[in-house]
């Protein structure tokens, strides 16, 4: 199960690292498109804090620390990207009572 679990970690990588890859040369390519990607985030933001069930469901889990790990994960991601952290959504995402989480 471990062996397994590791496996399906490293195939997610393997996705999320691509997809960056592929904005981050279409916004050097097209400046414009960063604006673009900007929406598309701020539309899918719940996403960025992840399953809003495992969240609720599970009580050993520390909001907090789980959350500033997600928005480190989206620094990090816009950094990959070459596109603008929007600091907002930054610390939307560090904020537990955000409405998006606790859907």
């Known amino acids: 199960l471990q062996q397994g679990y590791q496996h399906i970690l490293q195939d997610e990588g393997r996705h999320v690292?691509?997809?960056?890859?592929?904005?981050?040369?279409?916004v050097e390519e097209n400046p414009e498109y960063e604006e673009i990607?900007?929406?598309?985030?701020e539309g899918n933001k719940e996403s960025l804090i992840g399953f809003i069930s495992y969240q609720l469901a599970n009580p050993d889990l520390d909001l907090q620390q789980y959350q500033e790990l997600k928005a480190r994960q989206y620094r990090q991601r816009c950094k990959e990207m070459g596109?603008?952290?929007n600091e907002t959504l930054a610390e939307e995402i560090r904020d537990p009572d955000a409405q998006f989480v606790r859907v």
């Open 17 to 26: 690292g691509g997809g960056t890859t592929i904005i981050r040369e279409l």
């Open 37 to 41: 990607v900007r929406d598309v985030i």
């Open 83 to 85: 596109i603008e952290v």
